[in-house]
Nanobody, 115 residues
């Protein structure tokens, strides 16, 4: 089995920054896409950012210019640097890891941005 450990969530003031990390371990053969999704109260889960093994990134329009996704392939870890945070960024953030035949999800970490 593959295990994901998420860290870095918490409470931050508007305009501040947080960095999320998600480390994958266990029976890993290969990982292509890693990413972060988020779900605000009463809303659908949505993509925030993804990054391929080769470093290609994709961002939701709502976070472009403020968030930066990166990864350390040697550590099977993906990061999400969140800057200039806004109250609308408040959500549970879920790590997603793409394995050869399925994707797996982290348990989620709460991010709350106060105004």
């Amino acid at each position: 089995q593959v295990q994901l450990v998420e860290s870095g969530g918490g409470l931050v003031q508007a305009g501040g920054s947080l960095r999320l990390a998600c480390a994958a371990s266990g029976s890993i053969f290969s990982i292509d896409v890693m990413g972060w999704y988020r779900q605000a109260p009463g809303k659908q889960r949505e993509l925030a950012a993804t990054v391929t093994r080769g470093g290609s990134t994709n961002y939701a329009d709502s976070v472009k210019g403020r968030f930066a996704i990166s990864r350390d392939n040697a550590k099977n870890t993906v990061y999400l640097q969140m800057n200039n945070m806004k109250p609308e960024d408040t959500a549970v953030y879920y790590c997603n890891v793409g394995l050869p035949f399925r994707t797996i999800w982290g348990q989620g970490t709460q991010v709350t941005v106060s105004s």
